[in-house]
């Protein structure tokens, strides 16, 4: 599933960046990764951005539907 589907208060494993080079080296640098494990913390209404933040990292991150549809998760709670 992607991270759009998953809900609040999920904590989800990143499984696969879907994108080009750039997509991916722009998240990096945002601090997200393949392997990583965090935590939904908010959806923001009419389809805004999400909210996450890193469970083993100190990141926390607003990103936005578009991406966030091309960042396959799997639930882990």
């Known amino acids: 599933m992607s991270l759009c589907d998953a ?3 999920n904590q989800v494993l990143i499984k696969k960046l879907s994108g080009g080079k750039g997509f991916v080296e722009k998240l990096n640098s945002m601090g997200i990764y ?4 965090v935590r ?11 909210l ?3 469970i ?5 991150v607003m ?5 966030a549809q091309k ?3 799997e639930l882990i709670n």
């Open 40 to 50: 939904i913390i908010r959806h923001a209404p009419f389809k805004g951005p999400i």
């Open 52 to 54: 996450i933040e890193g």
């Open 56 to 60: 083993e990292s100190p990141i926390k």
């Open 7 to 9: 809900n609040s208060g």
């Open 71 to 73: 960042i396959e998760v």
């Open 34 to 37: 393949e392997g990583m494990k």
């Open 63 to 67: 990103i936005g539907r578009g991406m």
